[in-house]
């Protein structure tokens, strides 16, 4: 297999799982869950953070 089917592979097996975890956050009540892509969150604030620490799981 080339290196770059195996690199796209990756990608997409990685938003599979991003999206089962926002998934699973919303089945435990979580609301406003912040974007899952890295770009977006390496640029969010302390607040973000805040907001996940109290979640109750």
């Known amino acids: 297999m080339p290196v770059y089917q195996m ?3 990756v990608f997409n097996h ?3 799982h991003r999206g ?4 699973m956050l ?3 009540g979580a609301d406003k869950i912040p974007g899952t892509d890295f770009l977006l969150s ?3 604030n302390e ?3 805040k907001r996940f620490k109290g979640l109750k799981v």
């Open 7 to 9: 690199l796209h592979h």
């Open 14 to 16: 990685a938003s599979y």
């Open 20 to 23: 089962q975890l926002v998934t």
């Open 26 to 28: 919303n089945q435990l």
């Open 42 to 44: 390496a640029g969010e």
């Open 47 to 49: 607040e973000t953070f």
